[in-house]
Each structure stands twice: as C-alpha cells, then as structure tokens.
C-alpha cells in the first residue's frame, strides 16, 4: 500500500477510535431532577418590619422568605449539592468557569434571596434602589461587608468554597437576609418557586447529594411515593444514569422540620 494510503487510513482509524471515545464520555454523564412540596398546609409568610428609610423601602409588602411555599405547597430555595468534592466535571460547564453572578439590593431586599456560585466565579453586588445598601457576607471562607451607593456595584471574587451556605444581611436595613451558596464544581441546585429543581451533566453512578433549606437547615425528612423517609444529616444517595435524566418526581417534605 502507498505510504500516503497509510497515512489516510491511518488518519481515518484513529478519527474513529477519537469518535468513539467522545461518544463513550457521553455515555458517562446523565441529569437528576425533582420537585420539593410542603407536606401541610402552606404556612402564611409574616410581614417584615420596616423601621427604616420608610419612603424608599415602606411600599412593598416585604415578608419573611426563610420558608417560601406557594399556593400549592412549592418549596422555593431548597439547595441540593453533590457531596464529592473531587469529581469529574463535564466540558460544557467550561465556558461558564469564570461568569460573574449578580447579587441585587433591589426594593430593600436581596434578589435572589439563595444565590449559588461556584470557586472561580465572582459575584456581583449590584444596588438598584435609591439608597444606600451594605451587604455583610459572613461565610468560613467569603467575609465581606462593602457598602453599596445606590447605582453602583461591587465585584466579589469567589475563590473557596463554602461547606454550608453563607448568610448575607445588610447592617443599615436589619430585615433584609440572604443566602450565598458556593461549591467547588457546578453539581448544585436550588428550586424554584414551583419547587422545581435539576442538576445536569453528572457523572454516572451512585452519588451522595446534601439537602439543606434556611428555615430547617439540613432536610431529613421527606416522604416519596408515601413512604416516610429519613435523610440522616440531610445525606441522600441517588443513581445517575447515563445519557438519561432521572426524574425524582414530588418529594415531600414534612412540616415539623421546618418549626425551628
């Protein structure tokens, strides 16, 4: 055979063998997803006191967000994180590495009230209203407390990950709390207002996940498919399936844990 025939059949042979492996990687990353409901009657949020800067931050019906439950029992801001530390990450988290996230004092209260970060992000601490805003982060490795003018922002960057979620406040206005959730890979999520939630890309096989709420700290007690379940120290394990996504459906989680 000509030398160049080599050479193409050669080329041709391992462009195969490297299509092969991609589609082998593929294979090894699937998705979880599920939904957090309230298992009772939705508690009634109460209203916040507002005895500052009455003008700018008195009309708009601020209320506690520690427990968020909609209508129909949704658990807003349930944070689900992988528990490995080291761990194979999937080459599309690689263009968001080194994206800025956007913290905002906006109508005299933090938006979104649970932010999520991952180590080499930044966080941006923007200030929409009118007034003056500190924003005090109290995390093991993040402590940070810039005051804000109004307009302007201030750039955070994210280089330590945090074991628990860090609390956010702000000194001038004494009602107005957060959250700052920072891991050291992009395996986190937190659910919406309708409880949903979903972690893509992870790689296949038995995994340990956390779930942790503001008002119950780690969630231990959930009931799926009728059955009561205990997540000792808000540890559970689930199964990730390649090239899938594996719907957890509607867990539900007990109301007493969250009367703290």
Same mark, same amino acid.
């Given at each position: 055979?000509?030398?160049?025939?080599?050479?193409?059949?050669?080329?041709?042979?391992?462009?195969?063998?490297?299509?092969?492996?991609?589609?082998?990687?593929?294979?090894?990353?699937?998705?979880?997803?599920?939904?957090?409901?309230?298992?009772g009657t939705p508690p009634v949020p109460a209203k916040l006191d507002i005895n500052k800067d009455q003008a700018t931050c008195g009309g708009h019906n601020l209320v506690d967000q520690s427990l968020e439950v909609g209508p129909t029992g949704s658990?807003?801001?349930?944070?689900?994180?992988?528990?490995?530390?080291?761990?194979?990450?999937?080459?599309?988290?690689?263009?968001?590495?080194?994206?800025?996230?956007?913290?905002?004092?906006?109508?005299?209260?933090?938006?979104?009230? +649970?932010?999520?970060?991952?180590?080499?992000?930044?966080?941006?601490? !923007? &200030?929409? $209203?009118?007034?003056?805003? %500190?924003?005090?982060?109290?995390?093991?490795?993040t402590q940070v407390n810039p005051l804000v003018p109004s307009g302007q922002s201030v750039e955070v960057p994210i280089d330590a990950p945090e074991n628990v979620p860090a609390p956010v406040s702000c000194s001038i206005h004494g009602w107005m709390?957060?959250?700052? +959730?920072?891991?050291?890979?992009?395996?986190?999520?937190?659910?919406? !207002? &309708?409880? $949903?939630?979903?972690?893509? %890309?992870?790689?296949?096989?038995?995994?340990?996940?956390?779930?942790?709420?503001?008002?119950?700290?780690?969630?231990?007690?959930?009931?799926?498919?009728?059955?009561?379940?205990?997540?000792?120290?808000?540890?559970?394990?689930?199964?990730?399936?390649?090239?899938?996504?594996?719907?957890?459906?509607?867990?539900?989680?007990?109301?007493?844990?969250?009367? !703290?």
């Amino acid at each position: 055979m000509p030398r160049i025939l080599r050479n193409l059949t050669l080329l041709a042979m391992l462009g195969g063998l490297s299509l092969a492996a991609s589609a082998a990687r593929a294979a090894e990353w699937g998705s979880i997803k599920g939904r957090f409901v309230y298992d009772g009657t939705p508690p009634v949020p109460a209203k916040l006191d507002i005895n500052k800067d009455q003008a700018t931050c008195g009309g708009h019906n601020l209320v506690d967000q520690s427990l968020e439950v909609g209508p129909t029992g949704s658990i807003a801001n349930v944070v689900v994180w992988l528990r490995e530390k080291k761990v194979a990450v999937n080459p599309e988290y690689k263009k968001s590495d080194a994206d800025k996230v956007t913290l905002d004092n906006l109508n005299c209260h933090f938006i979104p009230h +649970v932010i999520g970060l991952r180590v080499g992000q930044t966080l941006v601490i !923007k &200030n929409s $209203d009118p007034i003056a805003h %500190n924003t005090k982060i109290d995390g093991l490795n993040t402590q940070v407390n810039p005051l804000v003018p109004s307009g302007q922002s201030v750039e955070v960057p994210i280089d330590a990950p945090e074991n628990v979620p860090a609390p956010v406040s702000c000194s001038i206005h004494g009602w107005m709390h957060a959250y700052m +959730v920072v891991r050291p890979n992009p395996y986190f999520a937190i659910s919406d !207002k &309708n409880g $949903d939630f979903e972690i893509k %890309n992870l790689p296949a096989g038995d995994l340990e996940f956390q779930v942790w709420q503001e008002k119950s700290g780690y969630v231990t007690d959930a009931i799926i498919g009728g059955q009561a379940t205990k997540w000792t120290k808000g540890r559970v394990k689930w199964t990730i399936e390649a090239d899938k996504t594996t719907d957890l459906g509607t867990m539900k989680l007990a109301a007493d844990q969250f009367n !703290k």
